[in-house]
């Protein structure tokens, strides 16, 4: 049975890799697509590498009838989101891409976006969409809240760890390194190729990074006390993956074990033999997570480093993962693309 | 119904291409790979990003039991490819990723690659692997030849013109410029990353590279007399990807035309509207061809530029291409991946 | 003894180079810096690279005295350039880096750039600033008028041969592949990292770039007839640099043979041993131009190929070398920088 | 006056790098190059970029006439630069770019790099490189020790804190991003172009890095005891460059005031504003080096971010500076180019 999706905010890179996944996934048929500015367009005017499918012109949103959608993904900017969602029929399931319904605390979302949430009520039904660990929820839930890509990275190396009481969790250090893609088609001057080539960057010292609230929030919610992480983001000239190299008060065998364990029937997460090193590139396109643990010459430290590809399994894959659920499909269905190497 | 295949010469590029498409083909499984150094390992040693699959061990080529094999993948070096599959038995069916059956006539062969082919007779079997252009002929081979990556690129944008006597043949001039895979994973000083980065270089100047052979024995046919075409390969600073600009002498509305015509019912090969530009990323990672033609302020001149992955479309998605084919399968099975962007 | 410069759109690529230049040469002095939307801010602050230098801090033009400069560097967008010129004092020498004087005829700007020229009085003064060919008349200009970077590499590799009648000059095709810091420091779309990455895609096709204006003008003088050559850039990821490659119909001996004899006393311009290809990065950074020459399997063929770098030899550099010569210093002063490789 | 130089070992980066600064150095000047493998070759063959200086071939260093010779700097492999400087005679000076002198303690060498030194007499007479730190012993010195360009970087960030008692120097993490020109023109797979594009991966996990051996030895001198830090490099896609982020326990405006106080004279070190994060390329081609220092939500953590050139400041920069010291010219000559951006 085939279900019917509308993608709005179609014009961006995790719209465009919805319709990526989407083309070989054999129960899920692009209905509708909107973007605002880019209405009237087709989507191969916009992204011409999609040009051989066959999709459904780009249009607003109050032109698409939603009467004949089952699921929306909603890959709007952040407090768009929101008052877009509010207005959508009941009986569509929507996963939401941007940041809007992550934080569950309405104080939390205003300290770190700004601004009053203008539909808490919809917050409290949202789900946090990090499959692997709320997936029975998520299975039944109407709004599903994709994760932050960087915040995604983080948690899979950590949350188990903080579950399982092997480290020590006020000092955990989480430095960062992300593509270009992360940041979208938006134009900015750090994000031109003649200012991001042959440069790395810091951005967001000092703990100011909005992700810090998921990770405040997922890591105090399992510790059972308040968890605040040290946290890094550097920008690097690549497009796709983030990979995350953390600093662990921990014993490096019992942090790989604990992680071994915690993934050993997870099919999209691989641990990685205790000692060796993940690579950003070896999951590119896919939305699989590679994890790394070792240990080091000072006793009593353990490093964690794991890699995602921010637009498949940060957002875009994670988004389908759920949506999978969401409809009573398999998991993994239309997901198990091999990542594109070299 | 599954059909067995082994890949021999399972640790380069090309193999490992072979391994990510087949990974999500519903009708191939594999049941074995060779890599001679580097037998003995697992897959998931010399290639990480393939680790999530259930793959064989590498062996020897001559550890493989070739009675359960119905479907050879032979991407070994050339030269070897010609020993190694003249004593494979005859059950099994052969697509070739080597240059060793691509030139019809042993004096070519010999002139281009510098030593004589060891294998004349089966020469005589092989079919030239551009499948839009063989398609009958791939049907009911044993043994196919896939194309040189770069050739390929060449004859989409060119056979049609030449066959529809459009352009002036004797004045076919291509500008081509690849990404590094192309020259596989081989230790070479011009290929480190040090080297590339940032850099652009003309290559095989004056005529010298070998693909060559190709592009003549091929439109020489089309044309029924000699055509020698003027070619510069340039080594640019990304890894997939080949996009050739072809000047030709010829009008531009008929040669967009018969373009259009050629290919309008071709699944992989998307000709732009007349004017367009096609990037090379918008095929990365597939098996699409995009080609567009443009006129100039000088009338009677054309050009066409295409575009291709060199290890999709060009060698291992062309591989599998002409595979379903030979074992009767649909031919785009397993091969409809969209591009990966950005 | 010191002169002092005035550099005008300074916070552009072109600006930047401009003072990365004069950072080293014996003979400069930076007494302003003007930058319209970022007027107030220290150079540091738009381009850290240039922390090291006490310079001043940005201005708005209106603020600057000149009456202590000697020389203008113009580096502004085209057309503004004329409207700032016409107002500078009589006594200042003036470098444009624009587009805004280099086609004598205002016929033909008007063509090439849409608007009528405001200030044909001035155009009548400005020499083209190619230093190799104009030497003595830069000399004693008051206004030069800086080359298009792609014109320049263009003409670099052809004007010899135009010249010496060595070529057919009626089938002249040039294949450019430039880097992204020609198209400046602006915010569009197809400038980003995350777009131009693993990408490569031809522009202005069809004999539309203006940069085929300074061709046609200059290469007609030359031939005492109209000379139209055919033209086709395309935008690699690479940052710097500028690799062009003409097909020609010439003798490959005698092409060589006469750009190794125009070159021979040209500090700046290196003619490769026939057969050799130039690589785009062996001139990165520096005002070196390399030019190689190919024969072909084809008789009566000729292929050459040249690379520079566009913001110093293809701009600022070579907007340097013309101060150099109008100043009375030595040409070469300032511009000896090796480069940077790898 | 002029003072001649030999560079052995001047077929790689370090040496070309050399080369390149030395071009425009006023008083030094090339009079011998070695290049054992390489023997007989112009440099202009290995290195095109240089080709347009008057240099002597390349020799084996027994071909040397080393009386003519003032200073020597020796580029060649680990282990091979002890051998061949045991032998030099005793009037020239010698800069050591490898990794034989770093060490002082020969029991430290041996553990690092895993054979015992063979010129333990010469070690003691060694002046560990760091110009900044060690400039009155350079001045005396006969053989100077290069540092490691890792080592380097995180020194530049670390050494004044030690000194100071700012941070807990228990609880050191470096994380460092290096681009590939680090390991040499070396072939080696994961140098390759294919693999490193795209690509982040962390290397030498768990403390056996081996300027681990450096930081060792200089902390703990500073310190007056044992300081072992914890350290992980990551190769990145880029060809020049370093950044260390420095996670540490102090108070940020205390770090921040001890490093703008202690580099405050320095001509090749620029501390940024509290709270500003430095770029990679914002010293890329350049001697200098730029600390950026960031507090943290968390109170008592300080973030320290460094980056410098590897090949300039971080070997043949920072050897031309100690050979200025140790011939008595002014230490900045010769090294004031301005970064190259973008």
Redesign the interface.
Known sequence: MTHTVAILGASG?TG?EL??LI??HPSLSIAALSADRKAGMEMAEV???????DLPKLVKIEEIDFAGIDMVFCALPHATSQAVIKELPDHVKIVDLSADFRLRDPAEYEKWYGKPHSAPELQKQAVYGLTEFYRDDIRNARLVAGTGCNAATGQFALRPLIGAGVIDIDDI?V?L?A???GAG?S???H?????????????S????HRH?GEFDQEFSVIAGRPV?I?F?P?L??????I?V?C?LKGDPEAVHQTLASAYEEE??V?V?PL?Q??????????N?V?I?V?????SG?A?V?A?LDNLTKGSSGQAIQNANLMLGLPETEGL???????
Request: charged share 20%; glycine share 10%.
């Open positions: 890179y465009a319709v990526r083309a070989t992204f011409p590498h999609l040009r051989h499918l250090i430095d390194k593509g270009a893609s088609r134009l900015k001057e994000l031109l190729f003649s200012e991001m080539f042959e440069n790395v960057k810091g951005y010292l000092g703990g100011t810090l605040n040290q890094t550097h690097i000239p690549a497009t796709r993956g990979l190299t600093y099919v999209f691989e990685l000692g090193a993940p690579a950003m590139k070896d999951i590119r396109g896919s699989f590679h790394g070792a240990g080091d010459r000072l430290r490093t480093i890699v198990m693309l091999a990542p594109l190497y070299p």
